[in-house]
């Protein structure tokens, strides 16, 4: 009754009087140029600097104000690519009409294209965000977003291609501002560079996001084009390294009075390799991989927004993710000077399974004649469906050259759909106070199913569902002052979580209540220096992947499995930053410290059912409590006309307490527990330097430094590349073209140590040095008008456990 009584009541707060003599505002808005009138034009009357009345002209141009009083104003006429028309108007007694025809003309720089990209990528610092606009000195220089990820301050990508931020993997990821089900690692392999319009790192979100995600949320906002006419952009590009990997882009967009149609498709497709060992050095056991997978994956986004009048906008679009995967890991197993009685251990797994996820999306704005005054309603739906169909194929030689040989098929399906419905207040009360409020309902079902012929197996058929019902509101309150602005929130969830596994494993439920604060404090020193004061509650939930008793991957001395009985872990952040605009640029610092409850992270140990004491199981696990603190740094400056740089660097500290397992021979058991805690420092630092050689020729030169980092369970090695490269414009600023030279000294790899279970080190490598050559045509024009959308975000953690 509560949440009806809240709904209603946003629904009918707002009525307005009229005076009894009022007046009326008509008039014309043409292009100077060719007197073609320019719909969707914003026309606001303004008292005394503060917004009265507004509307948008229709599709002649044409507009009308009613229900003004009889007095003066000033009348302000906008719109994208023009000229801003300042002017006054008078209404009295004697005159209650008056007509305004006004001519805009086009700004100096007009806009030439679909997607306006910047030349070079910048940063801003906003109220609950960092801003990355991409340039072209990324989207011309890169395949996809995950190539670019290792670009941006804070960010780090694994060799799995796995994301970090401040050095935690607990992060958020949206595609423009919606949740997907695919595993993130995989969409932004997806996804076209080129496609990208800005990333939005949101560090301490407030109470009107879900509270999922420790370290925050990375918001991935693609080109939506809406411009007037038909008009589009085509990317493509060759990424040479053993092979040659292809990516491709359209953007296509046709609008037409109140109807704007957009789509977009991106395709990447190739075979990229990937090779390593991990030796175990108390028994110089030696397992090398060599692993390949032959992808080719498709994205593709089609919508359209229609404009009802100028109060209401109704929007629907479609996302559809589809990948094709085969990939091949050989392992071969050498017991060099082992007392095991197997000399060599070899086997052929291949695993080949197509993914696709469908997405569709429907929201309504209406706008309230108040200025800011808006009310939004949204509906989602998701459906993924994974498919891997697995053989390996495993040749054991003994000591005395006898041999046997096991082979077996594994087919493994996961579905998972997810629904959400939205509604989202916004009421800006006066000029310096603003209320928002909403709620939400999310619902998640998600089904494993899988069959083995393994005759080693537990069990041949399995089937295994996790389902989660989150129901939640939030509220949050803010001032501006002169120098000074606050926000206060709080969001209130219910979470209820149902896991079921048909072999052996209770029933798992959960159910609880729990409340998110947050608070932000802005104080603007003088217009070029702001610092910012933000706590928030957040929370990680166990994911799927995390989750299900079932075996991720699995090679003869390694096997993933989830863990049904993690908990969710909490975490308490505060974050102070500081904001300077200059005069060739800007400078960003800040500062945060975390309180975590129950983290959730990898764990590796013996596996119980082995005797030889070889074999290992790589699962999830809570440790206990642990802080951490951090800082980081960023600079964008245009040193001269022709030279630009954006320094970084970042350092996270966590101080973690657990559980590692220990393998010894000599006792009984053999496994044993030990509790263990120690400081995980993290270092990165980046240059991005730009150099303009001509109006047309620009070079770039990328360098990226991570240092060695000591956790509960390994020590994992430092990491370093520099990359070069060069972009040349042509066709009136249309077309690029551009090149890229990544990790030209082939530095890059992943290397750790580790004493648990046992001793043992291991360096893994991949494809890293590469050259890229690019190619961005875009075609068409005019003036850009479109639905801005609200942010939603996961409420799951997707992180699987990965390997390669």
Do not use: C
């Not at 409340?515 to 020193?525: D, G, M």
């Not at 500290?653 to 010894?664: A, L, M, P």
């Amino acid at each position: 009754m509560k949440l009806k009584f809240f709904l209603f009541a946003l629904l009918g707060v707002i009525a307005t009087a009229q005076a009894q003599n009022t007046g009326t505002i008509y008039g014309k808005i043409i292009e100077k140029s060719n007197n073609t009138p320019i719909s969707y034009a914003t026309v606001s009357i303004k008292d005394n600097g503060k917004v009265v009345s507004g509307v948008n002209t229709d599709d002649n141009g044409d507009f009308t104000i009613k229900n003004l009083a009889l007095k003066s104003y000033t009348i302000e006429i906008q719109y994208i690519g023009f000229r801003k028309y300042i002017g006054s108007v008078i209404l009295s007694d004697n005159k209650k009409s008056a007509t305004v025809n006004v001519s805009l003309e086009e700004e100096a720089t007009q806009l030439k294209g679909v997607n306006i990209v910047a030349e070079r990528s910048t940063i801003e610092q906003k109220i609950d965000r960092k801003v990355i606009n991409v340039g072209k000195d990324l989207t011309t220089a890169e395949a996809s977003a995950s190539d670019i990820m290792n670009n941006i301050p804070s960010v780090n990508v694994d060799q799995d291609g796995k994301l970090s931020l401040r050095g935690n993997e607990n992060v958020r990821i949206l595609i423009d501002g919606r949740p997907t089900n695919l595993d993130p690692a995989q969409l932004l392999k997806q996804i076209p560079s080129t496609s990208i319009k800005k990333i939005e790192l949101i560090t301490n979100p407030s109470a009107k996001y879900n509270p999922e995600g420790m370290s925050g949320i990375i918001n991935i906002v693609l080109h939506k084009n809406a411009n007037t006419g038909f008009n589009g952009t085509y990317s493509g590009g060759i990424t040479f390294g053993q092979t040659a990997k292809y990516n491709q882009s359209l953007d296509l967009n046709y609008k037409t009075g109140k109807v704007n149609f957009f789509g977009n498709a991106g395709n990447n497709f190739g075979t990229h390799f990937n090779d390593g060992f991990i030796t175990k050095t108390d028994k110089s056991i030696t397992q090398n991989l060599d692993i390949s997978n032959e992808d080719d994956s498709y994205l593709y986004k089609v919508g359209m927004d229609y404009l009802i009048n100028d109060h209401n906008t109704l929007s629907f679009y479609t996302t559809q993710n589809k990948a094709t995967g085969l990939g091949f890991v050989n392992t071969d197993i050498d017991y060099l000077n082992s007392p095991e009685e197997i000399s060599n251990i070899y086997q052929k797994s291949r695993y080949q399974g197509p993914n696709q996820t469908g997405t569709y999306n429907l929201a309504y704005k209406h706008i309230f004649k108040k200025e800011g005054h808006t009310l939004d309603f949204e509906g989602n739906y998701s459906k993924t469906e994974e498919t891997q169909n697995a053989s390996f194929d495993t040749q054991t030689i003994k000591t005395d050259h006898t041999s046997n040989s096991i082979f077996y098929n594994d087919f493994i399906n996961d579905e998972r759909k997810l629904s959400t419905l939205n509604i989202d207040y916004v009421n800006p009360l006066n000029e310096k106070t603003t209320l928002e409020a909403g709620a939400e309902a999310r619902i998640t079902r998600s089904e494993n199913n899988y069959n083995t012929s393994n005759p080693l197996a537990p069990f041949a058929v399995s089937n295994y569902t996790y389902d989660t019902d989150i129901y939640s509101a939030y509220v949050t309150f803010g001032q501006k002052f002169t120098k000074l602005s606050y926000q206060i929130g709080a969001r209130f969830e219910g979470y209820k979580v149902a896991a079921n596994f048909n072999h052996g494993f209770e029933k798992f439920d959960d159910d609880y209540i729990t409340l998110y604060p947050s608070a932000y404090l802005t104080y603007n020193v003088n217009e070029k220096n702001t610092l910012q004061l933000s706590y928030s509650r957040r929370v990680d939930r166990p994911s799927l992947e995390q989750t299900k008793p079932i075996r991720e991957f699995s090679t003869p001395l390694v096997t993933s499995f989830g863990n049904p009985e993690l908990k969710p872990q909490f975490t308490n952040s505060v974050e102070l930053n500081y904001t300077k605009t200059l005069e060739k640029g800007s400078f960003t610092t800040g500062v945060f410290i975390r309180s975590i409850n129950d983290q959730i992270s990898r764990v590796i140990k013996p596996d119980e059912s082995d005797l030889s004491g070889n074999k290992q199981v790589l699962t999830f696990t809570n440790y206990d409590h642990n802080t951490a603190y951090g800082f980081e740094v960023s600079l964008n400056y245009k040193i001269t006309k022709w030279w630009d740089i954006q320094p970084s660097i970042d350092f996270s500290s966590i101080n973690q307490q657990g559980v590692v397992f220990v393998y010894d021979e000599t006792q009984n058991p053999k496994n044993s527990a030990e509790d263990r805690t120690v400081t995980v420092a993290a270092f990165n630092g980046r240059m991005n330097s730009n150099f303009k050689a001509t109006k047309r020729l620009s070079f770039l030169l990328f360098g990226f430094y991570r240092s060695s980092v000591e956790d509960i369970q390994q020590e994992r090695k430092e990491m370093y590349k520099m990359d070069i490269g060069s972009r040349y414009t042509l066709l009136d600023n249309k077309m690029n073209l551009s090149l890229r030279f990544n990790d030209i000294f082939n530095t890059m790899k992943y290397a750790f140590d580790t004493q648990y279970p046992y001793p043992q080190s291991g360096q893994f490598t991949w494809e890293s040095q590469t050259v890229y050559l690019g190619l961005t045509y875009n075609f068409g024009g005019g003036k850009i008008k479109k639905l801005q959308r609200k942010q939603r975000e996961d409420n799951t953690n997707k992180g699987g456990g990965g390997m390669f």
